[in-house]
């Protein structure tokens, strides 16, 4: 039989980790423009004491960030991780037989991309059995969003705000994919918004084209890109829309 010191620990502890999980609650409802800790501590019917002494170790862990000046809390990076590494292996898990049965039918190489705030992040691959040696992208590799047939769909289907500002932030780094530019993105996306996917002809892997189809949820949210890539010979006009056509259609079937 439990002694009753022991069952004290336990009942303080998880006391302590319910007033944690609702502070950290409290804080992301008022992520955006920070909330002060009476507010908290309002929220959570907590102690400011209690509250205070809680926060202050996430915030030294990274979850939390305390701006002195303006005395506002805000979520962490840490807490951002998190949730972005619990998103890739959701997105993984719904997509994987989606992108396997793709690779069998199309024999190309397959890519499931997600966007991670201004970068693409690929989460999932699977070749078929004609692989692309001059691809060298893996599982986790990052670019910046609008490099990559893929990456582009990711942001042409943006409002023209984001998109720009997207744009804007990622420019510079543009020259380094074979001198592309951001002036190149925009001609890319205008004609991709017209056909409703993004098509890559040797843009930026040579002698491979890359068709790039986003994949929406029902209330119309873009939730991930397949992206199917090929040699040039393999990809005809007729062969891309083929390609759009079928994994559309599987992908309505997976999103429920």
Same mark, same amino acid.
């Given at each position: ?11 303080? $502890? ?13 804080v992301?409802? @008022? ?17 400011v004491?209690?509250?205070?002494r ?8 990274? /979850?939390?960030? /305390? ?5 506002? @809390?805000?979520?962490?990076?840490e807490?951002?991780?998190? $949730? ?10 719904? /997509? ?11 024999e190309?190489?397959?890519f ?9 992040l ?19 590799d990052?670019?910046p969003?609008?490099? $990559? ?12 705000k984001?998109?720009?500002q ?7 780094? @543009? ?5 592309i ?5 925009q ?16 843009? /930026?892997?040579? $002698? ?10 029902k ?27 079928y ?7 997976t999103?429920?």
């Amino acid at each position: 039989m439990e002694s009753k010191e022991k069952i004290r620990k336990d009942q303080t $502890g998880a006391q302590s980790v319910f007033r944690t999980i609702s502070l950290i609650r409290a804080v992301s409802k @008022y992520n955006e423009k920070g909330a002060r800790l009476s507010k908290i501590a309002q929220e959570t019917n907590l102690h400011v004491a209690t509250a205070r002494r809680i926060l202050s170790v996430l915030v030294s862990e990274g /979850f939390m960030t /305390f701006n002195p000046v303006t005395k506002l @809390y805000h979520l962490g990076m840490e807490m951002y991780h998190l $949730g972005g590494m619990a998103h890739q292996v959701h997105i993984r898990d719904i /997509f994987r037989p989606l992108i396997e049965q793709i690779a069998v039918e199309t024999e190309d190489t397959v890519f499931l991309l997600i966007r991670s705030g201004y970068d693409v992040l690929c989460v999932d691959l699977v070749e078929g059995k004609f692989p692309i040696r001059t691809m060298t992208i893996s599982i986790g590799d990052r670019r910046p969003l609008g490099i $990559g047939a893929g990456s582009l769909a990711l942001i042409a289907f943006l409002g023209a705000k984001e998109f720009e500002q997207i744009l804007a932030v990622n420019g510079p780094r @543009y020259p380094q994919y074979n001198g592309i530019t951001a002036a190149t993105i925009q001609v890319l996306a205008a004609d991709s918004q017209k056909q409703g996917y993004v098509v890559s002809r040797g843009l /930026f892997h040579d $002698g491979v084209t890359s068709l790039g189809i986003p994949i929406f949820q029902k209330n119309g949210d873009l939730v991930a890109v397949i992206t199917v890539a090929a040699i040039d010979k393999r990809m005809d006009n007729r062969r891309q829309k083929k390609i759009v056509e079928y994994v559309k259609t599987m992908a309505d079937q997976t999103i429920t």
